[in-house]
């Protein structure tokens, strides 16, 4: 069962920073937070994971909160291909289970 | 990194027909999970699937209605049977597989099911 809460929809301005926000309240200390994102009812693709630390790779940063119940996903430039269903996932065991996701719109 | 393909990509099936569903990896993997996602939802896991095991179904999805295969490491089947119209969802399979230091999920391109 999700485990997750999420704003179901976000706008954002082409170019400027995407923060989108995630709580998971009822994480347990050996649980990942995964995000994940899908355009046009494709696969989901990884984004980005994080246990404690905040973390940042090519695509995005991720930013734990220290007691672990929230977390926020940063896109530093947003594009229009940036355009999708932004998933955040509490890994449960080897089980994914997706919350309701948050559609983020770029605009021009 | 793993790349799954799926067959077919879509369908349009008639009431109380069954579909089999194919997913194929490119690499050995010991687990796969079949995941449905109606229409403008969420994804909803349907049940995790290990070789040489039965799979394991979550609450709300059985075997008669799903029944799953995997007989190797890189093959597994699902079935949608007796169809409905309430089972018109795009279904994707996917894979655990290392990335460098952790292990994501691999999606599949999913199969779009029509029921009418």
């Known amino acids: 069962d999700a485990k997750t809460t999420q704003p179901p929809s976000m706008d954002c301005a082409e170019g400027r920073a995407a923060n989108l926000p995630c709580n998971h309240s009822t994480i347990s200390g050996n649980e990942y937070v995964y995000w994940y994102r899908q355009i046009h009812s494709q696969g989901p693709q990884y984004i980005i994971h994080g246990l404690k630390n905040n973390e940042t790779n090519e695509m995005a940063s991720l930013i734990i909160t220290e007691d672990r119940k929230s977390s926020t996903l940063i896109l530093p430039h947003a594009t229009l291909r940036d355009t999708a269903v932004y998933y955040c996932?509490?890994?449960?065991?080897?089980?994914?289970?997706f919350g309701t996701g948050t559609s983020l719109t770029v605009i021009p | 990194s793993a790349v799954i393909s799926q067959k077919p990509s879509r369908d349009i099936c008639q009431r109380g027909t069954s579909l089999t569903i194919q997913c194929q990896v490119d690499s050995q993997v010991t687990m796969m999970f079949w995941y449905r996602q109606q229409p403008g939802q969420s994804l909803t896991l349907i049940a995790t699937?290990?070789?040489?095991?039965?799979?394991?179904?979550e609450s709300g999805f059985v075997i008669d209605k799903f029944p799953i295969s995997r007989p190797n490491l890189t093959f597994s089947t699902l079935t949608v049977s007796n169809m409905s119209p309430e089972d018109s969802s795009i279904y994707l399979c996917?894979?655990?597989?290392?990335?460098?230091?952790?292990?994501?999920?691999?999606f599949g391109p999913g199969t779009r099911l029509t029921v009418t």
């Open positions: 996917s894979v655990e597989g290392e990335s460098g230091s952790y292990y994501e999920q691999y």
């Open positions: 699937a290990n070789q040489g095991s039965e799979a394991t179904y």
């Open positions: 996932i509490v890994k449960t065991g080897n089980q994914f289970y």
